[in-house]
Every structure is written in C-alpha cells, then in structure tokens.
C-alpha cells in the first residue's frame, strides 16, 4: 500500500486511522453480519451509529440545545435554495460575495426573492474579507449570508459581519471543525463535509430552532423543508447512512486528537510552515492579503504558467498531489485540512525549497 500526500481541496484527505477502521469492518459491522451500506436506515444498529454522530459533533462544537442538527444530501449547493426556501419571509436577504461559492449562493437566492449584494471583493480577484464591521444594512433582510472560508481563494472571515442584528447565515464546508466557534452567533451554520470531515454525500445544517417553520415559500418541496427534516431527525427518507457512519468516526477522531482547540493549534502550526515560506520565497509567492489567510487553503503561484504546470507535475511525482490550483484562478493551491499531518506539509515545503533552487 502507498498513500500519497493529498492536498485536494474536495473530496478530501481524511485520518488514516478512520480508513483503516471503515476497513476493518467492512463485512461485519461489530457483530451484525454485514457492512454498514448494506444496514436498514431504521434498525438499533444504525439508530446508534447517527445518534452517536449527533452527540459527538453536539460536543465538539459545544453546540446550544436550542439549535438542531441536520444530517442532509444534495451538498453545500442544495442549501444555496434550501436556505432561502425555508428563510426568506420578506423575501430579501443580505450577501457578501468573497468567492465563487458565496456568489452562487446569492444567484441561486435572488430565484426566490431579492438578494442584496452588501459588500464584496470580487474587485481583487476575491483575495481579500471586506471590511464588514459597519456595512450599510437594510433594515427589512431576513438574513445576512456569508461563506466564511473561501476554498477557491484562500480567505477566511477572521471576525465575523456585523450583521446588525440581522440573523447570520454562514456556509463553512472547508473549514468546518478546524477550530472552535460560537455556534449561538449564526442562525444557521452548515457545509458539505468532503472537504474537512468526511466523504461527499453528506451536509450539516446546524440550524436555531426559531428557524425551523411551516412557513415556508409556496412550492418548497418535502424534502427541501427543514422541518420534515428536524421533526423526523434526519430519517424522513433514507439519509446517506454510510456517509454519517464515516463522519462519526471523524468525530471520535477528533475527540481523541484533543478537540477543536487542540486541531486550531496543529491547523495554525501547519499554515505558519507554509506561509512562512511563501514570504521568503524567491520563486513562490501567496495571492491572498496576509490578514485574511485561510489556515485550510492555501494558494500560490510562481508568476509563470509554465514553471506552475512544471510544479505541479513535479510535485505529483514526488508524492504531493491535487496542487493544481482551481481552473477559474490557475496557479496552484495546497489543501492542508484537519487530517493532513504536519509531515506532509514540511515535506512539501522542502520540496518546493529544492524546486525553486533549481529554477531559480
Ligand atoms: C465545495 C464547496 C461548496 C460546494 O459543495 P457541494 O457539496 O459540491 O455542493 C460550497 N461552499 C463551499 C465553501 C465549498 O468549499
């Protein structure tokens, strides 16, 4: 067996440790006979296995007992209406638009209402977190939404909007359990959990049960209403049961590794190796202002496509791959989430180190 150092930014690295237990049982899940893909959705095996998954993510996250948690499908993308669906009551809902994914959450929106651009950093190629301690708010948005990590560019809101009372929505797939948060600032605070927690399938809502209505835009579907979802506790219809399973085991992980603050100190060391050296690099160089650098992706560039293609093919030889950066901004971008080791993020510098040695 050979693992690769992979620095995708989704479908992502996950514990080695969670792999080799999927592993294990695999063909008998602790006694039952079978895997937990091949399980009935609403037997006491797996009951226990997505209530295990509940409480140990209510834990990691300290979240309030006034907020529910939603094991969902259709990815990070579905809640881009879901959200609206479910939300827009006045029908006009606040964006700021730091990326690809922010804006797509603000086109999908303006389908079922008006969807107001509050600020944005599009002018820069998205590679700053606009000021957003005093933006000019209207007073009748039934939420402010942001995407608090921006996985195309390499952001992160350090200091979250001022919303000005208005509820927060917040989208962190990629940096979800990377370090500990105050769950009771948002309304809803969800992602899709191939980038930091577990295979693609799944999304967490995370959701403030005032939220949770009847009241829904006419025309929402069934299953696109969080109520069918929390009522039903995430088993109306089949959820992705063996998704869950695996984000499970992540939970524990994390417990076992410390806990979120424990991961925000390894995910700080292991940024600082990076980052470091991009400052001091003749060849590298990062493309996001210094104060808004996302710990979970990093991009670079070396200013020349062909030394960047030549980088990236190089560096997949060597074991350290998917550092192709996302085709809408070219250069490269290395994924260093939770389960990627520190080892691999000072290989990787070291041999970016010897790269720029030889064609600087
Ligand atoms: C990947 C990503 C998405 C899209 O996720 P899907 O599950 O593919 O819909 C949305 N938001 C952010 C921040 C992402 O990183």
Redesign the pocket.
Request: hydrophobic share 40%; glycine share 8%.
């Given at each position: 067996m050979s693992r690769v150092y992979n620095f995708s930014?989704?479908p992502a690295v996950l514990p080695e440790e969670v792999l080799r237990e999927a592993a294990d049982e695999m063909m008998d899940y602790q006694g039952s006979g079978m895997s937990v893909m091949e399980m009935s959705h609403r037997s006491k095996t797996y009951d226990k296995i997505i209530k295990d998954a509940e409480a140990d993510l209510r834990d990691l996250m300290n979240i309030p007992d006034n907020y529910k948690v939603l094991f969902l499908q259709?990815?990070?993308?579905?809640q881009f209406a879901m959200i609206p669906m479910n939300l827009m009551k006045n029908k006009k809902a606040g964006f700021i638009v730091t990326?690809q994914?922010a804006k797509?959450?603000y086109q999908e929106a303006s389908i079922y209402g008006e969807a107001v651009k509050l600020a944005s950093s599009e002018d820069k190629t998205f590679s700053y977190i606009p000021d957003c301690s005093d933006l000019d708010i209207p007073e009748d948005l039934d939420y402010v939404y942001i995407?608090?990590?921006?996985?195309?560019y390499g952001t992160k809101f350090w200091e979250l909007p001022n919303t000005k009372g208005h509820t927060l929505i917040s989208?962190?797939?990629?940096c979800f359990l990377s370090e500990p948060v105050d769950v009771s600032k948002y309304g809803i605070i969800y992602?899709?959990v191939?980038?930091n927690i577990g295979p693609?399938g799944v999304?967490i809502v995370i959701i403030r049960e005032d939220l949770i209505t009847e009241d829904t835009l006419p025309g929402t579907p069934t299953m696109l209403k969080y109520k069918i979802h929390a009522d039903n506790a995430s088993l109306y219809n089949t959820p992705p049961a063996y998704g869950i399973y695996i984000c499970g085991k992540v939970f524990k992980w994390l417990k076992k590794m410390g806990g979120l603050s424990a991961m925000k100190k390894h995910n700080e060391e292991k940024a600082k190796i990076l980052y470091d050296f991009l400052d001091e690099s003749k060849l590298f160089k990062g493309t996001v202002e210094a104060k808004d650098r996302s710990l979970m992706n990093v991009p670079f560039v070396t200013g020349n496509e062909e030394l960047d293609a030549k980088f990236v093919k190089e560096a997949a030889a060597a074991g350290f791959v998917n550092l192709k950066g996302h085709r809408s901004v070219g250069g490269m971008r290395a994924s260093i989430y939770n389960a990627m080791p520190k080892e691999g993020v000072e290989k990787l510098v070291a041999f970016m180190k010897e790269f720029e040695a030889a064609n600087v």
């Amino acid at each position: 067996m050979s693992r690769v150092y992979n620095f995708s930014a989704g479908p992502a690295v996950l514990p080695e440790e969670v792999l080799r237990e999927a592993a294990d049982e695999m063909m008998d899940y602790q006694g039952s006979g079978m895997s937990v893909m091949e399980m009935s959705h609403r037997s006491k095996t797996y009951d226990k296995i997505i209530k295990d998954a509940e409480a140990d993510l209510r834990d990691l996250m300290n979240i309030p007992d006034n907020y529910k948690v939603l094991f969902l499908q259709g990815g990070a993308s579905q809640q881009f209406a879901m959200i609206p669906m479910n939300l827009m009551k006045n029908k006009k809902a606040g964006f700021i638009v730091t990326g690809q994914w922010a804006k797509k959450a603000y086109q999908e929106a303006s389908i079922y209402g008006e969807a107001v651009k509050l600020a944005s950093s599009e002018d820069k190629t998205f590679s700053y977190i606009p000021d957003c301690s005093d933006l000019d708010i209207p007073e009748d948005l039934d939420y402010v939404y942001i995407c608090e990590n921006n996985t195309i560019y390499g952001t992160k809101f350090w200091e979250l909007p001022n919303t000005k009372g208005h509820t927060l929505i917040s989208d962190v797939s990629s940096c979800f359990l990377s370090e500990p948060v105050d769950v009771s600032k948002y309304g809803i605070i969800y992602g899709g959990v191939q980038k930091n927690i577990g295979p693609a399938g799944v999304v967490i809502v995370i959701i403030r049960e005032d939220l949770i209505t009847e009241d829904t835009l006419p025309g929402t579907p069934t299953m696109l209403k969080y109520k069918i979802h929390a009522d039903n506790a995430s088993l109306y219809n089949t959820p992705p049961a063996y998704g869950i399973y695996i984000c499970g085991k992540v939970f524990k992980w994390l417990k076992k590794m410390g806990g979120l603050s424990a991961m925000k100190k390894h995910n700080e060391e292991k940024a600082k190796i990076l980052y470091d050296f991009l400052d001091e690099s003749k060849l590298f160089k990062g493309t996001v202002e210094a104060k808004d650098r996302s710990l979970m992706n990093v991009p670079f560039v070396t200013g020349n496509e062909e030394l960047d293609a030549k980088f990236v093919k190089e560096a997949a030889a060597a074991g350290f791959v998917n550092l192709k950066g996302h085709r809408s901004v070219g250069g490269m971008r290395a994924s260093i989430y939770n389960a990627m080791p520190k080892e691999g993020v000072e290989k990787l510098v070291a041999f970016m180190k010897e790269f720029e040695a030889a064609n600087v």
